[in-house]
Structure formats: structure tokens, C-alpha cells
């Protein structure tokens, strides 16, 4: 009995998921179609790069709330260089960005937001709920003087082929998030680094006995969750063909979602990067089919809260002895 238990809670997100498509499938002649299933694939796709980032964040028994706001000012800042270019006039000088470049100064931006949460929750030991709550408002009023509060738009063939193009008959979305996720699964799996972010959040006391360099982990951890929450950016920004001054609102809830529905605890220590995918993929999947069942986007906000309600009761009932 205690095995079939064990089963179906390693399992509980495969079952449930495939019980969503199910319910969906005979709900929805549209649904389990090929377009929808592509459909969904690029959706997530942004949601599943975020979430990677915040699953390595809640793995140390932490929390990044700004990763929205990091979202919407790295890609208008890929599309602000992209489009103006940089002057200094200082210098008297300007600096024209290439795609390569353009998508560097993105990447670069989220790392050095993501870097600095780090540095101030293990500097100052800034609880990271207040110093990613304090970072989602800065990071959203630099994008709005960035942007002047308007919509930066129009950029051409090759930078919409990252948010719309096709390769292999895959979009490339799709191909951007597989890569991301390889990576994840090998460093969480495979390397010290991996291993020292599991042993932080299942107790960060033995850890630093065990010569774990806690705070220089944490900070890569942050930095790692700006990056991708960057790349999160410039997918939206070339998919869209604009970078929106409010872009990125509610992801955070969106990613934390997947994370804990995926089976993450958010005491830290246990959960993994396929779990995080499962969780997106439900989230998706259930976004897609309400959109296909004409269900209010009031009612479906509320599905949603009681569907992550569910994950951490069910969480705290298969873990009741975890903080």
C-alpha cells in the first residue's frame, strides 16, 4: 500500500495532467488538435524558462517575486538597442547593436537585476521576499522611463524569428525552451553546483558545516533566475514585435504556480526542472482549454488560485513533518 501511495505521488502531476487533457479532449472537439498542441508549446514556452530560474530560487528556500518586472525591462531593453542604439553624450557617441548584440544587452540586464537581489539578500540579509518585492517595482519604473511609457515596436525579420520562426517544423520557442531545460536538468543532476542548491534548501546549517559557500551560491541562483527571466523577455518582445511597458504582469504568480504544482515544496531541498515543466504544462493546458470552453477570464483566475491551493495542500499532506 505505502508503495502505491509513493507511486502516485511521484506521479501525482503526470496523472493529473493527463486527466486535464482527458476531461478536455471530450469537452473540446478542438482541443486535442495539432495546431492547439503547438499552440500551447509556444504559450509555455516563456512561462517554462521563468520557472526554471524559480525552481533553482525555491530550491534554496527562497522566493523571486521579480521576476515579471526583470521580464519587461530586459526586453525593452533588447528592443530599445535593437531599434535606437545606444547614444552617450557624454562622449559625444553612438553605439550601434547587432541581433548578437541586442540580445546580450538583454541577457546582461536581467543577470545584473538577478545579481543584485542575490547580493542583497546574502549581504544584507534581506529576507528575499522583500528584496524581490522591492526589485518588481524598480525594475517596472525603469522600464517605463526606458520606454517613456509607450511601446517600443517594429524590428525587423530577424528578431521576430525568435518569438515566431520555425526550425525543424519546430517554433523556435519551443527550441529555445528545450535548451534551456537540458541545461537545467544537467546542472541540477549532474554538477557540485546542483548538488550545493539542493543541500542549501534542505538545510542550510549542515550545508555551511560542510563547507558549502552559501552566500556565493545563492547570488548565481538569483543571477541564473534574472538571465532566464531575460530570455523570457525577448521571446514575449520578438513574439509580440514590441516590447510593452506592462509586459510580464502576474508572471511571477504564473511561474510560482508551476513550480509548486510541479512538486517543488517551497520549504526548499526537494523537487526538480521536469517536475517545473509538468507544472507548466498543466497551467497551459488548462489555460488552453477554458479559452476553448468560452469560461470567463474572471472564473478562470479563480480556477487557477484553487488549483495551486490544491498542489500545496496536497503537498503539505504528503509532507506533513517539512517546515
Not at 534542505?202 to 559557500?213: K, Q, T
Request: net charge positive.
Amino acid at each position: 500500500m505505502a508503495n502505491v501511495k509513493s507511486t502516485l505521488v511521484r506521479f501525482q502531476s503526470i496523472i493529473a495532467l493527463l486527466v486535464l487533457c482527458i476531461v478536455l479532449t471530450i469537452l473540446s472537439d478542438k482541443f486535442f488538435t495539432l495546431e492547439n498542441g503547438w499552440n500551447i508549446a509556444r504559450q509555455i514556452s516563456i512561462n517554462v524558462c521563468i520557472s526554471v530560474g524559480m525552481t533553482l530560487v525555491i530550491l534554496t528556500k527562497g522566493i523571486d517575486l521579480s521576476v515579471g518586472s526583470i521580464l519587461a525591462f530586459s526586453g525593452a531593453i533588447a528592443a530599445g538597442v535593437l531599434k535606437y542604439g545606444l547614444e552617450i553624450p557624454v562622449l559625444n557617441a553612438y553605439i550601434g547593436f547587432t541581433l548578437f548584440g541586442t540580445i546580450l544587452a538583454g541577457v546582461i540586464t536581467g543577470g545584473s537585476l538577478g545579481l543584485f537581489n542575490g547580493w542583497m539578500i546574502t549581504k544584507f540579509k534581506v529576507p528575499p521576499f522583500v528584496a524581490t518585492l522591492a526589485m518588481l517595482t524598480i525594475a517596472r519604473g525603469a522600464t517605463m522611463l526606458w520606454t517613456g511609457g509607450f511601446p517600443i515596436t517594429g524590428f525587423g525579420h530577424n528578431f521576430s524569428f525568435i518569438g515566431t520562426g520555425w526550425f525543424l517544423g519546430i517554433p523556435m520557442p519551443v527550441w529555445i525552451t528545450i535548451l534551456v531545460v537540458v541545461i537545467a536538468v544537467i546542472v541540477t543532476r549532474k554538477t557540485k553546483f546542483g548538488r550545493h542548491i539542493y543541500a542549501i534548501g534542505g538545510n542550510e546549517s549542515a550545508a555551511r558545516l560542510s563547507g558549502i559557500n552559501i552566500n556565493r551560491v545563492k547570488i548565481w541562483v538569483y543571477a541564473i533566475a534574472g538571465v532566464l527571466a531575460a530570455v523570457g523577455g525577448i521571446i514575449l518582445t520578438s513574439r509580440l514585435d514590441s516590447a510593452q511597458p506592462n509586459a510580464g504582469m502576474s508572471y511571477e504568480l504564473d511561474s510560482i504556480a508551476a513550480v509548486v504544482i510541479g512538486g517543488t515544496s517551497l520549504s526548499g531541498g526537494r523537487g526538480s526542472i521536469m517536475g517545473t515543466v509538468q507544472g507548466a504544462l498543466i497551467i497551459g493546458v488548462l489555460n488552453s482549454g477554458l479559452v476553448l470552453l468560452n469560461v470567463s477570464p474572471f472564473w478562470q483566475q479563480i480556477i487557477k488560485g484553487f488549483v495551486i491551493l490544491i498542489a500545496v495542500i496536497m503537498d503539505r499532506l504528503n509532507y506533513p513533518n517539512e517546515d
